[in-house]
């Protein structure tokens, strides 16, 4: 029989991050500074971030080596399995080949502790002893709540008040861990309290949460700010992933016609794609098309506008050029949370610019079909946010069947839906509903993007 899984000796991990900063035909567009609107400093960003981090947000080396004491957590879950989805290529009659390197054994569950490992160690080696960051599912607190267990820093995270009621499991995980989790808009912040003076019900937002986490840390001396998407280095340090696929596919004898991920802030996708769309930039793979799948309720990449914005509601953050929907846009409370953010990383948004990557936005019932054939083929019950990748690879596949194609397919699975049964209930139950993209309060949240010199 052939076989359906590949993997990595641990001997065989990578041992560096790929940087697509070295290889970009085009600069990033410059981060800049809330107040003054010029390009931000390593000062600026000081307070929030440890230097190491700052110095890999604005590398532009090709390969960054990855601590010792990080590959060392790395290896308690780490390499991840690629495996060929043969019971589904089955069950959908299509001569396509489908493989998916799947995230979900870390143990947070999710593609996360790559980053949270990393971020937790560059700020205790800063002898940093606190860290704030906010979660949209949960995924990210809990990744994040992990690391800091490992390196002995305390952690509080401001999670988004819809998934906080959603998913109770992930506060459990987090507060296993150590960490304090409460939910979003909350009375421990003035962002929060104002939020919840005016909307006392508001479901919250990632970019709510966001200027929640900022603010607590910015008062405090020995307190950092952790972002689990969207930054440079974040999605540095999922590169991990990718390269461990190209190793594997080699292992294969495959390589990607279609590579399909899911974007929410982005670090997931990225860092399957980014040791891959090396081979698109420089030529040796111009065919190869890499599919962004995000929600049709926030659609960031597919509907929204391309400017300099806010990552949090309140302003805090540096302005990033982005695809946005606003800062101040609620999105519906769909049950991806993670996908659930105004913004895009600016990497993605500037290779889409580009023409390097394309995006679609799908509904969540679509998303829940896909991933009920997924468990009932292949076993594994996913969380909503990697559903958007197998709904639009099985439509790629279905076009294989239609055309002939053998193409091959790449999933970039980010993680398991075992806290999310009760989005899987609500599905199964029929009272799982498509939420519409709302039209009229993106076009509010849009009058009041920042006004920016350079555009």
Excluded at 152 to 169: A, L, N, W
Excluded at 266 to 286: C, E, H, M, T, Y
Aim: aromatic share 10%; net charge negative.
């Amino acid at each position: 029989m052939e076989r359906s899984m590949w993997f990595l000796d641990q001997k065989d991990m990578p041992t560096q991050w790929y940087n697509i900063q070295a290889d970009l035909p085009e600069p990033l567009p410059p981060v800049l500074h809330p107040a003054t609107g010029k390009p931000v400093t390593s000062q600026d960003l000081a307070p929030l971030f440890p230097m190491e981090l700052i110095k890999q947000e604005v590398s532009t080396e090709r390969w960054i080596d990855i601590p010792q004491e990080v590959q060392d957590v790395y290896r308690t879950w780490r390499p991840t399995v690629l495996y060929r989805a043969r019971r589904l290529e089955k069950a959908l009659d299509t001569p396509a080949k489908i493989f998916y390197k799947y995230e979900g054994t870390s143990q947070a569950g999710s593609h996360k502790p790559n980053t949270a490992v990393a971020q937790a160690y560059y700020n205790k080696k800063e002898g940093i002893k606190r860290i704030t960051t906010e979660t949209g599912a949960g995924q990210w607190g809990s990744a994040l709540a992990m690391g800091c267990a490992f390196f002995g820093i305390e952690c509080k995270v401001y999670m988004v008040r819809v998934s906080y009621d959603q998913k109770p499991y992930r506060r459990i995980l987090m507060e296993t861990w150590g960490a304090k989790c409460v939910p979003s808009p909350s009375p421990d912040t003035k962002v929060g309290r104002d939020m919840l003076a005016k909307w006392p019900d508001c479901p919250g937002s990632l970019g709510l949460a966001i200027s929640e986490a900022v603010e607590d840390a910015v008062n405090r001396d020995d307190t950092h700010y952790s972002l689990g998407s969207v930054l440079n280095h974040v999605l540095l340090h999922q590169t991990i992933i990718g390269e461990e696929t190209r190793k594997q596919m080699e292992m294969a004898d495959a390589y990607p016609d279609i590579i399909v991920g899911c974007i929410g802030g982005g670090s997931n996708f990225a860092g399957q794609f980014l040791p891959w769309i090396r081979d698109k930039i420089s030529g040796k793979k111009k065919d190869l098309r890499i599919i962004c799948v995000e929600p049709e309720s926030c659609p960031t990449v597919t509907k929204g506008l391309y400017a300099y914005d806010y990552g949090d509601v309140a302003g805090f953050t540096p302005l990033l050029k982005m695809y946005t929907l606003g800062h101040n846009f609620i999105p519906p409370p769909i049950h991806a949370g993670g996908l659930r953010y105004h913004g895009m990383a600016p990497i993605i948004c500037h290779l889409h610019r580009l023409g390097f990557v394309e995006a679609q936005a799908v509904h969540q019932t679509a998303i829940f079909d896909a991933g009920i054939m997924f468990a009932r083929t292949e076993g594994i019950i996913s969380g909503p946010e990697p559903c958007h990748d197998l709904k639009v690879a099985i439509d790629e596949a279905l076009k294989c069947k239609e055309s002939g194609e053998a193409k091959t397919i790449l999933i970039a699975h980010s993680g398991h839906g075992h806290f999310d049964l009760a989005a899987y209930d609500a599905y199964l139950s029929g009272k799982l509903v498509d939420l519409a993209y709302p039209e009229e309060e993106v076009r509010k949240a849009m009058v009041e993007l920042p006004k920016v010199a350079t555009e």
